[in-house]
């Protein structure tokens, strides 16, 4: 029981960090691609970068 659990456990965390790494790439990419003001651009770009990088660490993650 604990292992069909620990393996669900897994498999959600590693589909929310392609989830997230979806979102990041896609959010920088539609701000690249958007006349949107130069002083507000950078903060969507930090954004994304978090959630790539938090995308990456959950795929990259193993639970024990």
Do not use: C, D, W
Request: hydrophobic share 60%; glycine share 4%.
């Amino acid at each position: 029981m604990s292992q069909t659990v620990e393996s669900r456990l897994n498999i959600l965390v590693r589909l929310l960090g392609v989830i997230f790494l979806i979102f990041g790439i896609a959010l920088a990419a539609l701000t690249a691609s958007s006349p949107i003001i130069p002083q507000v651009s950078p903060v969507f770009y930090f954004i994304s970068i978090i959630m790539v990088v938090s995308g990456l660490l959950a795929v990259a993650a193993k639970l024990k």
